[in-house]
C-alpha cells in the first residue's frame, strides 16, 4: 500500500527477525526487538531527524544545491519574521539565491566550496553590487550552507571551507563603495516641506526632533506615549533590535510635543500618522479652493473611486513615508533625500552641542561606534581649531 505523501512512516515488524523496522527513503532501519521500550526510543530518534533534515535520507545521493536552497527558503520564510510579517532578511536571501541558482543550482552540495563562492561572489560584481552588500550576500550564502550542515544535508568540510574566504576589502576589489549617508541641509528640508502632504510634513518635523528611526515613527500610538512629564516617553512596540532583547525609549521634548499632540486624539491603539487620514485632508482642502459652484461640475464626493487599486492605509510604512518625500523632493526640484537622513541631521546637532555620548543615547545605540556613522563630525569645530592652532 502507497504511503500518503506528507505522512510518518510506522513502527513495523518485520516477521522474519522478530525485530521492529521502519523505512525511511526506501531503506529500512533495524529497531532492535519489536515491542520493546528501546525499539520505540530508536523508532522515535530516527524519525525525528529524519523530519529535521526535511524528510532526506541517510545513505542517499548528496542533495544538489537546489534541493537544499528549496528548504532553506522555507525555513528563511518562517525564521526572519517580525509582528506576522517577513522581514527584509528573508528577502535579502532570496535575492542572493537568485544569482547562486543559475551557476551551481545542479552541482551535489558537497561539491560547492571555497573557490565556488569566489565564483558566486565575482558574479555579483559583475551585477554592480557594492561592495558591503556583496560581503552580506556571500555572508548569506554561507550561513544557509551552516544550516545546511546542521540538518546533515551535507558535510560539515562543506562550511568550513566556506568559512575560509574572506570578504572583499575596501580599495582591492573592482566592487564600488557607495558613498556614505550624508545628513539632509536644512535648506532641503525647507524646500520640501510646503510640498509635502500635510500628515507627512508633520512627520518630518518631528523626526527631525526626536531623531527616531522611520519604522518607530510610523509606529507611534497613543498607548505607546508616557505623556505624565514635561518630556514625554516613547516605548516603540516594536523596533529594530528587538531580538537582541534591548529596551528602545525615545524622549518626545516640548518643541515635538507640539506637532504631535493633534495625532493623539484618536483610539489608545490607532497609529498617529495615517494615510487615509492625509487623504481626508488632501480632499478636504481640494474642496475649499474649489472656484465652481457646488451646483455646478461635481459633488463633493463624487469623483471618488469607489474600488481603488491601492486604497489608503491605516498607518504610513517606512516605504509609503520614503515614496511621499521623494516625490515632494521631485516637485521641489532638489536632490532626493530619504527620512533616514534627518535621523543624521538630528545625530549630528546632538553631538555638536552635547557630545558623542548623549547622541548615542538619543539614537538608542549600544555602541558608540556605531553612533559615529549617524553622528558626523562637526566641520564647523574643526575650522575653529585651524583658526587658533594653525
Known amino acids: 500500500m502507497t504511503r500518503r505523501p506528507g505522512s510518518v512512516p510506522r513502527y513495523c515488524r518485520h516477521k522474519a527477525s522478530g525485530q521492529a523496522i521502519v523505512r525511511l527513503n526506501g531503506r529500512m532501519h533495524y529497531l532492535g526487538r519489536y515491542g520493546t521500550k528501546t525499539s520505540r526510543l530508536e523508532y522515535d ?43 527584509r532578511e528573508a528577502g535579502c536571501t532570496r535575492e542572493a539565491l537568485r544569482v547562486l541558482r543559475p551557476m551551481y543550482g545542479r552541482h551535489p552540495a558537497n561539491e560547492f566550496k571555497a573557490l565556488a563562492l569566489q565564483a558566486v561572489r565575482q558574479e555579483m ?47 582591492r576589489t573592482e566592487a564600488p563603495d557607495n558613498d556614505p549617508i550624508e545628513p539632509v541641509s536644512e535648506t532641503d528640508i525647507q524646500s520640501t516641506l510646503p510640498l509635502l502632504p500635510e500628515v507627512v510634513a508633520d512627520m518630518v518635523r518631528l523626526q527631525r526632533l526626536v531623531g527616531c528611526r522611520p519604522g518607530e515613527l510610523c509606529g507611534i500610538r497613543p498607548c505607546d506615549i508616557d505623556r505624565g512629564g514635561d518630556v514625554w516617553i516613547y516605548l516603540p512596540d516594536s523596533h529594530k533590535t528587538e531580538h537582541h532583547q534591548r529596551k528602545r525609549t525615545i524622549v518626545i521634548g516640548p518643541r515635538a510635543q507640539v506637532i504631535l499632540r493633534p495625532y493623539l486624539l484618536r483610539g489608545a491603539d490607532q497609529h498617529c500618522f495615517s494615510p487615509a487620514d492625509s487623504e481626508r485632508k488632501r480632499r478636504k482642502a481640494m474642496h475649499e479652493s474649489r472656484t465652481t459652484p457646488i451646483g455646478q461640475g461635481n459633488r463633493p464626493g463624487t469623483n471618488k473611486s469607489q474600488a481603488p487599486k491601492r486604497p489608503a492605509g491605516r498607518k504610513y510604512s517606512s516605504e509609503s513615508y520614503r515614496r511621499a518625500v521623494h516625490r515632494a523632493c521631485d516637485s521641489a526640484r532638489v536632490s532626493k533625500w530619504s527620512p533616514n537622513q534627518l535621523r543624521h541631521s ?44 594653525g
Not at 56 to 67: D, F, I, L, M, R
Request: glycine content about 6%.
Open 45 to 87: 530518534r530516527l524519525v525525528s531527524e529524519w523530519l529535521l533534515r526535511g524528510r532526506a535520507g541517510y545513505e542517499e545521493e548528496c542533495p544538489t544545491v537546489s534541493e537544499i536552497m528549496v528548504q532553506y527558503v522555507e525555513f528563511a520564510k518562517s525564521y526572519y519574521r517580525k509582528n506576522g510579517r517577513e522581514t
Open 346 to 389: 538630528a545625530a549630528t546637532e546632538v553631538r555638536a552641542r552635547f557630545g558623542l555620548e548623549a547622541a548615542q543615547v538619543i539614537l538608542g545605540h549600544a555602541s558608540a561606534d556605531v553612533t559615529q556613522v549617524y553622528a558626523e563630525r562637526d566641520f564647523q569645530l574643526a575650522v575653529k581649531v585651524a583658526k587658533e592652532v
Open 125 to 171: 560584481v559583475d551585477l554592480g553590487w557594492s561592495r558591503k552588500y556583496i560581503n552580506k550576500q556571500t555572508g548569506r550564502i554561507v550561513r544557509m550552507f551552516k544550516w545546511a550542515v546542521s540538518k546533515e544535508l551535507c558535510d560539515a568540510e562543506v562550511h568550513q571551507s566556506l568559512m575560509s574566504v574572506e570578504g572583499l576589502r575596501q580599495g
